[in-house]
């Protein structure tokens, strides 16, 4: 999977990561930056994704598609489909944008949209990657946990980096009989949680 990555998405993320690093350098408004996550992180949601068991992959905040240039390497590994929600249109537009260049699109449902209006309709998650605004987390993964698959996986970032902001949410996942979460300190920091279940 990392050995045979496609030229045009190495150049798009390449691409976007210095915009991202400018964004955080310069005084691009904090709505508008990319806020995306850094290339080791991308290894390391790819990896599980291509682990997590059958079902579905999805992602909540899309940004500007750098995350999901990662996953979509993973969906191409499974034979499976990425649905990824943004609520902002220029975020949405720079995503096809990236997912067209990059050559993924194929393997990519790209939704503008708060995806806490889908989320309740979507059955047999097997993966999914939290990288909203921090305040609709504990919402997203109420809604989430029910239908992730036994063994499914559910990762939300920024928990180190926002390790304030995120306390509660962080200590009341891992107090949840529902699953095994661990804080892996990779990138700005992941929260990964697994689903138990009878089967798993």
Request: net charge negative.
């Amino acid at each position: 999977m990392f050995h045979n990555i496609p030229e045009p998405m190495l150049e798009r993320m390449a691409y976007l990561e210095k915009i991202d690093t400018r964004d955080r350098q310069d005084d691009t408004p904090f709505a508008e930056r990319l806020r995306q996550i850094p290339p080791e992180t991308g290894r390391f949601l790819a990896l599980l994704a291509t682990m997590a068991p059958p079902g579905r992959v999805l992602e909540v905040g899309t940004s500007g598609g750098y995350s999901g240039m990662w996953l979509a390497l993973a969906c191409r590994q499974r034979g499976d489909r990425l649905t990824t929600f943004d609520i902002l249109p220029n975020k949405t537009r720079l995503a096809q944008e990236t997912f067209d260049i990059a050559g993924v699109s194929q393997h990519i449902d790209l939704i503008q949209g708060d995806a806490r209006q889908y989320l309740p309709g979507i059955s047999e998650v097997a993966f999914c990657f939290l990288d909203a605004e921090k305040d609709v987390y504990a919402a997203c993964y109420e809604l989430l946990i029910p239908n992730l698959v036994p063994g499914g996986l559910l990762v939300a970032d920024n928990v180190i980096s926002h390790q304030q902001e995120l306390a509660g949410f962080t200590q009341s996942v891992q107090a949840d009989p529902r699953v095994d979460a661990l804080v892996v300190p990779i990138g700005k920091g992941v929260l990964v949680c697994r689903k138990l279940g009878s089967s798993v």
